[in-house]
């Protein structure tokens, strides 16, 4: 509600507040990233200790049980947290974020269990060795993290604080959300700008100048953060916590000129980063409504199939490096070889002193440490072509039926993973033709492959960039990028934009369709339109309030409040219940706005945090009630949007859109009838919706 | 006009160019980047040559009037060429290129003449010696590039082709200048991330996800066209071209851990560049409105304004370095000590041979290698403290008096050289408490000074980053950019809005100003409106254009052709002159689209490039025509925006402002009225027309 205009004292606090509660969110998303990563690095590094010790001395059956078992009992743990506390927190969380950020209210996305499942539910399901990346749940995280503070507390839990009351409503909770993604994107990869430019391409729907200088300061915060409790951690405080967690990879391959089949290779690994892409995008979709169909049965066929995902991808884990061979360490080394302990680039595995088995290096490892060893440019030959195959081959095929089970999992270890073995299997393939590295190549790969999946340009380039810290690849990076996206988006949409369209959520496009252009606004409106007069009787509010599911109902006044009736605005269904609630009811029908408004406070109108507010059911309102007055015109909105009914849908569709409404009164063009046609809301712009009512109208997708 | 869709050919015309487009405007922005650069290093290379030959002969009267003479001569013919031939090129070009992008359509902004001027004005006025920099120019010669390429030559030269009327309208032309000024600032910094950041942070003010990908692209072409031309020019093809050009300065001082002093120093310079950079701002501003008065009084006065400046200046650089003494050369170097030739960081000027003298190594030089100069880590008691204090004052004094002469002259090199310069002292003056080295505190300082007087705060980190090639400084840049935009915010605004303020342009800004929520959309609708009929006589037309200068007039359909009169939509002055040039008049008051419509093609109405398009004057109506009838349906936009006139002024500011409208239509409340109120323009938004109506209610500023 904007009739109320604020003392300087409360804008003094707000924006204090604002700033305030900023920091605090860059504060705790990296307090949290980096306890993620403590946890991820020392429960997986116990496990691979645990079965590279039994390894060592011979006991490789044993070795077995103890690596699936661990894995099998993590899984597990994850997938019951899933099942049974918050199911919103399984998957990556960003198609949710960005759908929650295009206005799309969906029940418990951002609830505090959600917050708590996903960062036990991701620790656990990243130490389980599945092929998930912790990064999107991070971003999911610190929205969560963002919506807890911004409501300052939970209702359902009894915490709360009073001046949080200026953040009840969509816009501010809206723009601290969009920090608690950046600040997400910046924990997760140690990427501030990185952090910043994903919100902006991939998470907002809406953006302001203001919310960029407020991210940024954020992710800053992130960034700062982290440092210093590295720093503490290089001390040997944090357990086993070594170079893997918070990964930052060093590809310090000076680029050196490169030549033309230099280009020919990147323009080639641009094309199949592309064609991976969108088979990848098909493949996700596909196995994600068979599991859904899985899923939906109840949280028991949820766990079974978690575990038994955990027991394929630990036999591939383990199974596989059996088929490498070993290979003798290179002579003038720094790094001890073979590594016998947790990570390394030279796993021992099953071979002789001084040698180590390439496939291991890969498999058994954390998957940053796998992704840190693809990109090492030190050694060429470390890894044999076939041992890249393989691995990429087991890697992408996990990946896709990995993700859509119920534990939190990031897509972006998964395609880094793949894509940077095929790159380095081209770089090998090329060998000595080209003048660019190894570690290069598999870099380029990796880019190639999220382009492929994701379709994000500036803030992939920067994201990999301030991983591998080297800004001279820029340009090679940005052709990649260019290529792979303009190839895959031949074939299909981006990996998260079919998992939002997959979970039927409306989300709206910021682009008017085509077919839009041969309807107008009127066309669209749905059904019997319901309205208030000014004054109203409680009994049809009631009723009104009841039978329908609307949220919003227009109010009209009549005679003898005006000439002829007319509009007099908006009125939601959430600040009904309020003033219901109050029970100012009049036995006559007179106005009586000054009697209600000294009864409330703008503020009990404001938008309640995660909880629904007011319920319906907790209305409790006699039968003499029932046929006494209220007066609407305090809570109505006077001057919603509108459009003439014959409008064209697609300049109505921009209007909805760009202003972020959620209703918008469609009004006759005649005079002389209702004053009202009907009103818009985001499901009547959607493409099915449209579709049913003109099917020839609308081109089949 | 959406009245026509188009068929697939036309959309794969579309699509093809606009893609070729973007590729030209990368291609050719690169090019005139790189062309400026070599103007600038071997003009000013030439004459730095000159003047240290002479001094070694001990000719010092001569080199000094070389000198001055060569820097009064290129200032002389930059400012002939900004008087005479295009006004518009002088100054950095980057608030008009803002305004420009807010919807202002100020005459001969984007014109080939100011193309041409900006190019070699820029070339000759950096050449010249004055504090200014080539990259807000560089920026505005993109944006030109992309204008120029996009209307397909100018009409003005009879240059044109068929297919690019797909882009004579507002929205491609927006998103290809959009591009345009990014490549600029991609080619000016060699930054392609910051690029489009700065186009996104600074410049755009409509901004969509499709536009990030396609600045993406530009900028991409824009480095690798750049990269493969200096990798051509190591060759020595490019006479004096050296390092100095195509700034890349590298601070390769590891960052190694930093300490509380540290911190405290950052938040020092920080607060300091903010309260320095507002200060910049307001002084600024003053001699921009002092400027102003002078050269309004025509070409002669501003050519003698640049001319006097340019003597100053001259003064400046070779008088100010007696003042320094001769330093020995630090023994032990790689470099050259003192160095003969044209730029180093070790001058000789009239030192005996084995000694520099510091103050020369910063003035006489080209700007470019004074900032790397100061940027350089290697030796950190290179320069005085006293050297840097003169070195500053004079920076700061000269840029501020040298913008707003009639050249084109950059903001950014001015305010990257002080910063840089009292950064340095700072470091200095802390010498070994800090662990931070000297040319990391020359970064820092520049950083800070740049957020306090532009602030902007992730374009200026990423260009910062990008210019200096190390990212583990990012997080220190970013502290000192946050505290000095907060610092300076307190002050004053922007330098560019500002100047868009001073220079009187409408600027539209995000976001409603809180008074607006007082006021109706009806208050503010100005004077007594014109409106058509239908079918309207056509010398009421020709009238109206004549004695108005409305951009937008609404056309009421009347009876017969309705019931009761009815808002029919909105018609264009530009449509309207098209319109009756075609002289399809009949001579009832009848329906007569189709015939007109088969007259015109739906290009015909297009927006014109860079000329008026059609003029008032053009038109031949004779006395008899003027009593003729025509049907004006056919290039009515049916369904324009409009408000209630009750709407809330503030709400009425962002729906147009966030749908980049030109007109909006305020429609009455009650019935039975005329069918609208009136038409709010932009104008109608501006502070002060709305305070000259109710200067009660309006803060004054």
């Known amino acids: 509600q904007d009739w109320r205009s604020r003392k300087k004292v409360e804008i003094f606090q707000y924006i204090f507040l604002k700033w305030t509660l900023v920091l605090l969110i860059g504060l705790s998303t990296g307090l949290v990233g980096f306890f993620n990563n403590i946890g991820v690095e020392n429960i997986a590094g116990f496990k691979l200790l645990l079965t590279s010790n ?4 011979g006991k490789y059956f044993q070795a077995f049980a103890a690596f699936a078992g661990c894995n099998v009992f993590f899984a597990t743990c994850a997938a019951a947290l899933c099942a049974f506390i918050a199911p919103a927190a399984a998957g990556s969380g960003i198609p949710e974020v960005k759908a929650y950020l295009n206005g799309i209210d969906a029940h418990s996305i951002l609830a505090p269990s959600t917050l708590l499942v996903k960062i036990f539910g991701s620790i656990l399901g990243v130490s389980a060795g599945f092929v998930v990346g912790k990064e999107g749940p991070m971003v999911h995280t610190g929205a969560c993290i963002a919506n807890l503070l911004g ?3 939970s209702r359902k839990y009894h915490l709360t604080w009073k001046w949080l009351k200026y953040f009840k409503n969509d816009r501010d909770r809206r723009d601290l959300i969009t920090c608690g993604a950046a600040a997400g994107v910046a924990a997760a990869f140690r990427a501030p700008v990185g952090g910043v430019l994903f919100a902006l391409e991939e998470i907002a729907s809406w953006w302001r100048s203001a919310l960029l200088w407020r991210t940024f300061f954020t992710t800053a915060i992130v960034a700062m953060v982290l440092r210093s409790l590295i720093q503490f951690c290089r001390g040997g405080n944090c357990g086993l916590f070594g170079q893997g967690g918070l990964i930052m990879f060093d590809v310090n391959s000076g680029v050196s000129n490169y030549n033309t089949i230099d280009v020919l290779a990147l323009i080639f690994i641009g094309v199949l980063g592309g064609l991976l892409g969108s088979l990848y995008n098909y493949l996700v979709d596909k196995v994600l409504r068979t599991y859904a169909v899985i899923n939906e049965r109840g949280p028991a066929f949820k766990i079974l199939l978690v575990m038994s995902v955990s027991i394929l991808t630990s036999c591939c884990s383990y199974g596989l490096p059996w088929f490498a061979g070993c290979i003798p360490c290179p ?5 001890k070889c073979p590594t016998i302990g947790r990570s390394g680039n030279y796993k021992n595995f099953q071979c002789p002193a001084g040698h180590y088995n390439d496939l291991a290096s890969l498999f058994l490892n954390t998957n940053d440490d796998a992704i840190r060893n693809l990109f090492s440019s030190n050694n060429s030959n470390e890894f044999h072509i076939s041992t890249l195959l393989i691995f990429f081959a087991g890697v992408y095929c996990l990946g896709i039926i990995t993700y859509g089970i119920a534990i939190p999992s990031g897509l972006f270890i998964p395609v880094i993973l793949a894509g940077a073995s095929y790159g380095r299997i081209f770089g090998r393939a090329l060998g000595s033709l080209s003048n660019l590295n190894v570690g290069l190549f598999s870099l380029l790969g990796a880019a190639s492959f999220l382009g492929g999946t994701m379709r994000m340009t500036v803030s992939i380039c920067v994201i990999l960039l301030e991983l591998t810290n080297n800004l001279l690849m820029l340009p090679l990076v940005m052709l990649v990028l260019l290529i792979s996206k303009t190839v895959a988006d031949i074939f299909n949409k981006g990996v998260y934009d079919q998992i939002v369209k997959m979970k039927g959520l409306p989300f709206l496009e910021a682009h008017a369709e085509p077919f839009m252009r041969n309807l107008v606004a009127g066309d669209v409106c749905s059904g019997p339109l319901l309205s208030f007069s000014g004054v109203e009787k409680v009994g049809n509010i009631v009723h009104a309030l009841k039978y329908t599911r609307h949220n919003g109902f227009p109010v009209i006044d009549e005679p003898p409040f005006s000439e002829t009736p007319e509009l007099c605005g908006l009125v939601l269904r959430s600040h009904l219940l ?18 209600i408004l000294s009864r409330f406070h703008a503020f009990d109108f404001a938008k309640p945090g995660s909880g629904k ?3 319906f059911e907790d209305l409790v309102i006699t039968e003499e009630e029932m ?9 109505t909105n006077t001057s919603p949007y509108t459009v003439v009914e014959t409008m064209s849908l697609a300049k109505a569709a921009i209007l909805f859109r760009q202003l972020g409404l959620r209703h918008l009164c469609v009004v006759p063009k005649k005079t002389g009838r209702a004053p009202i046609v009907g009103i818009l809301t985001r499901h009547d712009f959607m493409h099915e919706h449209i579709s049913n009512l003109y099917p020839h109208l609308v081109p089949h997708k």
Do not use: C, W
Not at 580 to 595: H, I
Not at 627 to 635: A, K, Q, R
């Open 578 to 595: 309020v003033l219901l609630n109050g029970k100012k009811f009049t036995k006559q029908r007179v106005l009586s706005a000054s009697n």
């Open 331 to 335: 002579v003038g080394l720094e790094e």
């Open 54 to 57: 039994l390894m060592l001395d």
């Open 151 to 153: 409501q300052g507390g």
């Open 627 to 635: 046929e006494m007055y209220i007066d609407l015109h305090p809570i």
């Open 613 to 615: 507010g007011l319920k």
